[in-house]
């Protein structure tokens, strides 16, 4: 079963920039590439939503919230998904979550907050 394990979260400013990492351990890269993965996120008091998620097909899902400003992005080799967030806004403040799918099982990671604020 994979282990995944977020970071990168904090405190940063409006227009402000961060890049979340999300790494798989206990899994060898054979595993780890049959993975969909994908970052969610839960605000208080809000359900928990799709931020951005690579699809079956090799492509990218990004919601329309943070299009253009969010990015997606994964290195194989060290079995790592990452989430660049660029021109932050406080409504993008949530416990960010990592996901990865294989067949009908979904695992999800501890969460790491962020917090845009002044």
């Known amino acids: 079963q994979v282990q995944l394990v977020e970071s990168g979260g904090g405190l940063v400013q409006p227009g402000g920039s961060l890049r979340l990492s999300c790494t798989a351990s206990?899994?060898?890269?054979?595993?780890?590439?049959?993975?969909?993965m994908g970052w969610f996120r839960q605000a208080p008091g809000k359900q928990r939503e799709l931020v951005a998620t690579f699809t079956d097909g090799g492509g990218t899902n990004v919601a329309d919230a943070v299009k253009g400003r969010f990015t997606i992005s994964k290195n194989n080799s060290k079995k790592t998904v990452y989430l660049q967030m660029n021109s932050l806004q406080p409504e993008d403040t949530a416990v960010y979550y990592c996901?990865?799918?294989?067949?009908?099982?979904?695992?999800w990671g501890q969460g790491t907050q962020v917090t845009v604020s002044s």
């Open positions: 206990r899994a060898i890269l054979s595993t780890f590439i049959q993975y969909t």
């Open positions: 996901r990865g799918t294989i067949g009908e099982s979904h695992y």
